[in-house]
């Protein structure tokens, strides 16, 4: 009889695990995706969707009310152009690094089906200065 209620035990111990273990992966799932740089791309190119990271340059055109955008993204000594269309982050403007995701079309246009601004960091910033956080 003990060992009967230890397997029952044992096994919805497992059930819980696997139910937490795939809450977790299906979580993270999205945000932990790799992003490559415009030369890892150019050189392995993908027929399907991709992540790219970039620093957008200074000629950033906006149309459609602010939700179509089109811009030169630089990573390595390699630039990329980029039209999305969308809502944008409110930290984008040149100089900021994002991530974009889409397909590099025939054209040699990355069209993006999202657009992520990465947030500089404080503390990498006032300590690239040399000045101490708080």
């Known amino acids: 009889m003990r060992s009967r209620a230890s397997l029952r035990w044992l ?10 273990g795939y809450l977790v992966v299906s979580a993270t799932g999205s945000s932990a995706e790799y992003y490559q740089t415009i030369g890892e791309m150019r050189s ?37 152009p980029v039209d999305y269309q969308g809502t944008v982050p409110d930290i984008f403007r040149p100089g900021i690094q994002v991530v974009v995701d ?23 910033s006032a300590q690239a200065q040399g000045t101490p956080t708080r």
């Not at 096994?11 to 937490?20: K, N, Q, R, S």
């Not at 889409?102 to 990498?124: I, M, N, Y």
């Open 102 to 124: 889409g397909r590099l079309g025939q054209d040699g246009v990355f069209h993006a089906r999202t657009l992520e601004a990465k947030c500089p960091s404080r503390f990498s």
């Open 44 to 80: 392995h190119p993908a027929a399907g969707s991709v992540r790219v990271l970039g620093t957008v340059q200074d000629d950033v055109v906006r149309t459609d009310g602010g939700l179509h955008v089109r811009f030169t993204a630089a990573e390595g000594g390699q630039t990329m």
């Open 11 to 20: 096994g919805l111990g497992a059930v819980v695990a696997a139910c937490l």
